[in-house]
């Protein structure tokens, strides 16, 4: 029997493993080609727990890479443990991406590279290029992350095989990278207006195709539906006013603006604000979800409740909530997929890269308004939730993994033609 194609998955968590995930499944059941993951960081736990196969970083360590993982243990010494991640992967992913810099940039260079940037000074190609001529794809997905993810971009070009890149947003940054038309063979994106912006950028308009965010399939599904209502019933009684407040890390600094300074302590100083909200009706009630690279203390306080990521899924929350506030997560689109009202934070350095205001998906205010914006939000949520919808239709995956069929089956057809020469 002929083997099937077999396509490489690499994918970081939170957001970027949502969207590959029903992909997997998509492909999986039109049974073109088997699946496997590269989960980065974060991201293995939610594989695992999908029963799809995975590697990591640490299962392609050799012996010449005993000071990569000295590196990697020196790095992470003080570092936010956010979700679990195995010890030996935090060396490894750690060790092997600055050891790939220090190839690329000498050990001083890399050095001030990592304490001004941190993780998103990396870019391990060395290491992807590794790992692809060892396990050998038809083809590579990856999603819009400039760092390992990125990397396989490029190692896939160099090694001639297919890839295709999953846009989960508006691409304000990663277009830099995205856009050029030797990166990944197809492009897929949220909306027409965002392929005209690749287009306008250089690609092939081929090259570009709608398909919508895969991680956005299944919000609303019946049982998230049943089980947001449980959750929600679990509230303090007469808890009227629901807000979630989708959190993520504020790095120090930006991997593409130099000199562009954050403020780590900006999500704790926003939940302390909502926290003053929620406190001050009887009526009101605040659902705290970390990032999965994020720790948060549960407040212990009657009227906020603790949803890491590990207990629940961010559609049974949004089913449980009546709004979400964010910074800039991609928990905002999945809102307003489902119709809720989204109130955007400002203050990240990563504000430009999620313009939900100008985009009309948002409500924003500065920090220090957060009380008096959520509850202007309150007051207009059955205006505000009819308009800008995202209208989804639920088959994002499926056309995603159409277009990965289609790199395999022109490939097969290459392959054929040059056995026929």
Not at 389 to 399: F, M, P, S, V, Y
């Amino acid at each position: 029997m002929k083997k099937r194609p077999l396509v490489l998955f690499v994918t970081y968590g939170g957001g970027h493993v949502s969207m590959v995930l029903p992909v997997m499944r998509a492909l999986a059941e039109q049974g073109v080609a088997d699946g496997l993951v590269l989960a980065l960081t974060s991201a293995a736990e939610a594989t695992r727990a999908a029963g799809m196969p995975t590697l990591q970083f640490k299962d392609f360590l050799m012996e010449a890479d005993a000071q990569a993982l000295t590196w990697g243990a020196e790095l992470a010494v003080g570092l936010d443990p956010g979700g679990r991640v195995d010890p030996l992967e935090t060396r490894a992913y750690l060790g092997l991406s600055f050891q790939d810099s220090v190839f690329a940039h000498g050990l001083t260079q890399a050095k001030a590279m990592y304490a001004q940037y941190g993780r998103h000074c990396f870019l391990p190609v060395p290491t992807l290029r590794r790992i692809l001529q060892k396990v050998q794809p038809d083809a590579v997905v990856i999603t819009n992350s400039p760092r390992a993810e990125r990397a396989a971009g490029i190692a896939a070009r160099e090694l001639g095989i297919s890839a295709l890149c999953i846009n989960s947003m508006f691409a304000i940054d990663e277009i830099a990278w995205l856009g050029k038309p030797n990166f990944c063979d197809v492009v897929c994106v949220l909306s027409e207006s965002i392929r005209q912006n690749f287009v306008a950028s250089g690609r092939l308009p081929e090259e570009v195709v709608v398909t919508g965010n895969p991680a956005f399939d299944e919000l609303a599904r019946d049982d998230f539906k049943h089980a947001g209502r449980l959750r929600r019933a679990q509230l303090p009684a007469g808890a009227s006013q629901v807000l979630l407040w989708a959190s993520q890390p504020e790095y120090v600094s930006h991997p593409t603006a130099p000199g562009l300074q954050g403020d780590p302590n900006l999500p704790r100083r926003i939940l302390a604000q909502m926290l003053k909200w929620a406190g001050a009706m009887p009526n009101r009630h605040l659902l705290i979800r970390p990032h999965p690279n994020e720790q948060i203390q549960d407040p212990h306080v009657p009227y906020a409740t603790l949803v890491p990521p590990s207990l629940c899924e961010v559609a049974v929350a949004l089913h449980a909530c009546d709004a979400v506030a964010t910074m800039t997560s991609t928990v905002s689109l999945e809102a307003r997929a489902l119709g809720l009202s989204v109130l955007q934070v400002r203050g990240s350095i990563f504000d430009h890269s999620m313009p939900l205001a100008i985009m009309g998906f948002a409500r924003e205010c500065k920090v220090e308004q957060v009380p008096q914006a959520i509850e202007a939000l309150f007051g207009q949520l059955a205006v505000l939730s009819s308009a800008t919808a995202l209208q989804h239709k639920g088959n994002a995956a499926r056309r995603v993994a159409q277009q990965i069929e289609k790199l395999l089956m022109r490939d097969q057809l290459k392959s054929t033609t040059a056995d026929l020469d």
